[in-house]
């Protein structure tokens, strides 16, 4: 079984209802995009993703491809211009609801080739526990993807405590994905919002959640993180060095290194020797094959990728598939179900 953990879907007909509801939110978001990207990278991502709407929609389509690539399985994840973080409470809850049932909808059309992960509403953390739990009790979806922060939420926040606990529980995967950096106008050009953001935006919410004790906290998290970890996994001695000799980085009880053997990371790296690196420092069983379809900063051969590491043929077919099914496994899809069956039966959440 192979399988790509970092396939993204869009949701018009919930963009629509969300432009309907809040067009003033929408517009103040849209041009926060324009001054996060720059002129110039609005020009050539609009007609990127026009091109790949059919790719985002169709299933046929996304069989397809998933055909050429000789992957079995993806996990579809909305694309993270769904996620609202400006949106009100009501309004985020709602998206979020409307979001996990598109989402379960979608993956319903291939059971057998598609999972899908849920949205919580990260700004406004009391509520996220309740929509984890729309997602993967109610919609039967493997788990959830979030944001490196939102607003003032960082994924340290206290606030999140029982969100956390509660994916602890269900065992299900957090899928850690940016959208956007709040470095701003330092990188509208060039596509740095990408390039340099993403990896940016990746070390600093895995930070959070090391420095801050959410993995000691919570050892059952499973937390999935996009773009290979971004900058953390290859920097990793500075956050160790940082952990032995300043009292206010000590709020995780082991090195920072050591919670990257507890983190799982996809290969969307784009270099085999950062992908090398990575397992070096993470262990193999901690990698996932991802290929962030169908968008230009993707691997259109995602397969073709990992084989060019030059990795032991146990390590690749781990990181090819093996570690991802382990994530799917009959006992974490029999507690969801059981789970689902005490929530219907009015049993307490």
Do not use: K
Request: proline residues 7%; hydrophobic residues 40%.
């Amino acid at each position: 079984m192979i399988v790509d953990v970092h396939a993204h879907v869009l949701l018009p007909s919930l963009h629509e209802e969300v432009v309907r509801r809040a067009p003033e939110g929408v517009a103040a978001a849209a041009e926060l995009d324009r001054r996060r990207n720059g002129a110039a990278s609005q020009q050539v991502s609009g007609p990127m993703v026009a091109a790949r709407i059919p790719r985002l929609l169709d299933v046929a389509e996304r069989l397809r491809i998933m055909d050429e690539q000789g992957v079995d399985r993806q996990w579809v994840s909305a694309s993270p211009n769904h996620y609202y973080p400006w949106a009100a409470e009501d309004l985020a809850v709602w998206a979020c609801t409307e979001a996990n049932r598109l989402i379960a909808e979608h993956v319903a059309q291939a059971p057998e080739r598609l999972t899908g992960l849920g949205l919580v509403p990260l700004q406004w953390p009391e509520r996220a526990r309740e929509l984890l739990e729309d997602a993967v009790l109610g919609q039967g979806l493997l788990g959830v993807e979030i944001s490196s922060a939102a607003g003032d939420v960082e994924l340290s926040d206290p606030r999140l405590e029982a969100f956390w606990a509660r994916a602890a529980e269900l065992s299900c995967p957090v899928f850690v994905h940016p959208f956007g950096c709040s470095l701003d106008e330092r990188l509208d050009r060039f596509y740095l919002v990408n390039t340099v953001g993403q990896p940016v935006e990746n070390a600093v919410a895995l930070s959070h959640l090391i420095f801050g004790g959410v993995l000691d906290r919570h050892p059952g998290l499973r937390v999935v993180a996009a773009h290979g970890g971004g900058y953390l996994p290859t920097a990793i001695g500075r956050s160790d060095h940082a952990w032995r000799v300043r009292p206010d980085a000590q709020g995780c009880e082991h090195p920072p290194s050591h919670y990257l053997t507890r983190i799982w990371f996809d290969t969307v790296v784009h270099d085999p020797r950062a992908l090398r690196q990575l397992i070096e420092v993470a262990g193999h069983s901690q990698v996932l094959m991802g290929s962030d379809y169908p968008f230009d900063m993707g691997s259109e051969d995602p397969v073709g990728f990992l084989r060019t590491a030059g990795l032991a043929p146990d390590v690749e077919r781990a990181v090819l598939g093996g570690n991802a099914t382990e994530l799917e496994t009959p006992q974490t899809v029999a507690l969801h179900s059981a789970a689902r069956q005490e929530t219907a039966g009015g049993g307490s959440r």
